[in-house]
């Protein structure tokens, strides 16, 4: 399980969060020798790792499934760095992924940090799904090493990352980037380094819409996610899906800013607004200070 040079020490920056403890999990099994799970808090932290040993995709889970041995787990959690100190999660880290919530002011925060402790040489990915990558590395010392990895959740999982190549990327980013991911199992795809590029567009429209159409007393939110599954074959509802993932609040953060980039053509439905405001955020097991999902919060108001 041992991976290249490149894969020597990923740090993972916001470990402790949904897609990011994914991310190390992914790190873990593409064969890093170590893998920083860092987050602000010590709170975050403690909750990833739990994610990363006993979650729904933890390494545990995958053992009582004979896909790892017990022995493999013990090897795998041995190699997780926890940390809430940027300085221990990026000094000598080969790759950097940066997986926080999807805000400007946070990300560059963040990114402002990591240039103060990485080497020159490091290369820094966002897995941001929707904010143009120039736009945060708009004040970065080496602007040339960000580049932008979309990944799908769980990451370990999913096949596709999108990588977003902005003007000042450099071809030899674009590589390594590229080298990284195919050594794990992924297939890149290149695209524009435009506002949600191109799944987070496609998808926030289908998502959008449905909301509208909840919105405009068409059908309900349990009928939309039958019908989805139903006449379109898909495994999971839009809503389920949110609900299931604690991935709302990175919707309409992502459809946030598409509004503001791009205009009226992406803007959030009230009803969106009024849900994401009242804190149900989805699955309070992946996100703890949520209320719960969509259903819970028609069932509450009922």
């Not at 990944?151 to 596709?160: D, G, S």
């Not at 074959?233 to 791009?262: C, I, K, N, R, V």
Request: proline fraction near 4%.
């Amino acid at each position: 399980m041992k991976g290249s040079q490149l894969s020597k020490k990923i740090a993972v920056i916001g470990g402790g969060g949904l897609m990011g403890h994914t991310l190390v999990l992914q790190a873990l099994l593409g064969g890093a020798d170590e893998v920083v799970l860092m987050s602000r808090h010590r709170e975050s932290v403690d909750h990833g790792l739990t994610l990363v040993t006993d979650g729904p995709f933890g390494l545990r889970r995958a053992a009582q499934r004979k896909k790892l041995t017990e022995e493999q787990v013990e090897d795998l959690l041995g190699r997780v760095i926890l940390t809430t100190d940027y300085a221990e999660a990026v000094t000598d880290s080969t790759v950097i992924i940066e997986s926080v919530p999807e805000e400007i002011e946070v990300k560059h925060t963040v990114f402002s940090e990591i240039e103060k402790h990485c080497a020159p040489e490091t290369l820094i990915a966002s897995n941001t799904s929707s904010i143009m990558i120039g736009e945060l590395a708009a004040h970065a010392a080496i602007p040339q090493r960000f580049i932008g990895t979309h990944w799908f959740y769980p990451a370990h999982v999913m096949k596709l990352v999108e990588i977003a190549v902005a003007d000042h990327t450099s071809a030899t980013s674009v590589e390594r980037t590229q080298t990284l991911l195919k050594e794990w199992g992924k297939v890149p795809i290149v695209v524009a380094d435009r506002p949600g590029f191109f799944m987070t567009r496609f998808i926030n429209g289908f998502v959008a819409e449905a909301i509208r159409l909840v919105e405009d007393g068409v059908a309900r939110v349990e009928d939309i996610d039958t019908m989805t599954k139903l006449g379109l074959g898909w495994p999971m509802g839009l809503f389920e899906l949110m609900d299931s993932t604690g991935s709302f609040d990175s919707w309409f953060h992502a459809q946030q800013y598409l509004q503001e980039t791009l205009g009226d053509r992406y803007a959030v439905p009230p009803l969106a607004r009024k849900v994401f405001l009242s804190g149900f955020l989805g699955n309070p097991a992946l996100k703890p200070q949520s209320k719960g999902g969509w259903r819970d919060y028609f069932h509450q108001s009922l």
